[in-house]
């Protein structure tokens, strides 16, 4: 049986989330195909190289460990580990230059410069949202008029958007498992089951083809804006799953068919 090394923190103090019981739940169901050992983020390089596989789930945003984050990535990367999801991920396990690099080729994503020059380019609104490039949990996010935003590098500007709601959809290896959303707007972390339409589906799978993961767990997040949906974030290293908010069904499968991912980049 694969050796398994799950990293988490699981006493990240999440907002309106429960990091550690999600990741309990996972490590025990996954202990059923693998075995399974689990690790802060701060202690994977010391402990990777005795495990087949490397699994990063609630470890929390990286911008609050990037020297260990980057000793992570470049160990991994140098021993050819096996990590799920794997290193390649071009969303915000990247960076969040995505957003500025899909508004340019026109995809569906909530309007992006990273130059206050670039500013005329888009829709002129009141509000900007302004954050860094390196940013989560809206860390270091301000709202702004367009002279108080500041020119400087790692940043992200937006418009502030009046949106109807929040939807994320829930992928593993390309396959849609689940969606949820929040009906109102100020409470992001209330989520409720979805049910996409087949255009809604069809906007996620797209940026899930974008990505080039073939294996691995993706969070495509998106606001409704009239009758269309944005990309809000693609989130492709450690995101949350809210499978406490799912029919067990659908979580049995979810869970199903990350062992069944895992297994085939572990080659069992």
């Known amino acids: ?81 096996v990590v799920f999801n794997p290193l390649t991920g071009q969303g915000d396990m990247a960076g969040k230059q995505y957003l500025v690099d899909l508004t340019r080729a026109g995809f569906p994503v909530i309007p992006t410069v990273d130059r206050v020059a670039d500013v005329d380019a888009l829709p002129v609104v009141e509000t900007y949202v302004v954050k860094p490039k390196a940013g989560a949990d809206s860390v270091g996010l301000v709202r702004t ?49 979805y049910e996409p339409s087949t255009s809604d589906l069809a906007f996620a799978e797209r940026f899930v083809r974008w990505n080039t993961l073939d294996h691995g767990i993706q969070r495509v997040d998106a606001c409704r804006v009239g009758g269309d949906l944005l990309l809000v974030e693609l989130e492709d290293l450690n995101p949350y799953l809210s499978l406490d908010l799912v029919a067990e069904e659908v979580r049995e499968a979810f869970v199903q068919a990350v062992a069944a991912s895992l297994r085939a980049m572990s080659g069992d």
């Not at 398994?4 to 996972?26: C, N, Q, S």
């Not at 502030?160 to 849609?176: G, K, L, P, T």
């Open 145 to 193: 008029d367009r002279e108080g935003i500041p020119d400087g590098e790692g940043l992200l500007i937006q418009p502030a958007i009046d949106f109807d709601y929040e939807v994320s959809f829930y992928f593993v290896d390309h396959e849609f498992h689940y969606a949820l959303y929040a009906p109102d707007p100020e409470k992001r972390w209330e989520l409720r089951p």
């Open 1 to 81: 049986m694969s050796t398994l090394l799950l990293v988490t923190d699981l006493t990240y103090p999440a907002r309106g989330r429960r990091y550690g019981d999600e990741d309990v739940f996972l490590g025990a169901r996954l202990r059923e195909h693998f075995v399974v050992a689990l690790c802060h983020p701060k202690d994977a390089v010391g402990l990777m190289d005795r495990f087949d596989l490397v699994m990063v789930r609630n470890s929390g945003p990286v911008m609050h460990y990037p020297a260990e984050y980057g000793a992570f990535r470049a160990h991994a990367l140098r021993q050819g580990s």
